[in-house]
Nanobody
Framework: QVQLVESGGGLVQPGGSLRLSCAAS????????LAWYRQAPGKERELVAS???????NYADSVKGRFTISRDNANNTMYLEMNTLKPEDTAVYYC???????????????WGQGTQVTASS
């Protein structure tokens, strides 16, 4: 059974920092592309950052220079280091793992349950 479990969310003042973690089980973690998405009230879910199986990273323009995504394949864990948080970063943050099998192109996509991040004074 596949599980993605996020942790590390909370309430922080604007300008503060948080570190999110996503612990995975039930998948060959190192083979998956991993990503963080977020969804604010009344808005669509959006991609925040992704990291490929090879370690290449991609960021939304709104978080470039402030957020850092990383992965620890030995411990099946992904991280999102968030600095200089802004009120507009307030959202539920979701962990995502996806893999496309090469021989038949079947996709495997998994989501965590989400963790709330609130940047407010």
């Amino acid at each position: 059974q596949v599980q993605l479990v996020e942790s590390g969310g909370g309430l922080v003042q604007p300008g503060g920092s948080l570190r999110l973690s996503c612990a995975a089980s039930g998948i060959i973690f190192s083979a998956y592309t991993l990503a963080w998405y977020r969804q604010a009230p009344g808005k669509e879910r959006e991609l925040v950052a992704s990291i490929s199986s090879g370690g290449s990273t991609n960021y939304a323009d709104s978080v470039k220079g402030r957020f850092t995504i990383s992965r620890d394949n030995a411990n099946n864990t992904m991280y999102l280091e968030m600095n200089t948080l802004k009120p507009e970063d307030t959202a539920v943050y979701y962990c995502n793992a996806n893999y496309r099998r090469s021989f038949d192109r079947r996709s495997f996509i998994y989501w965590g349950q989400g963790t709330q991040v609130t940047a407010s004074s």
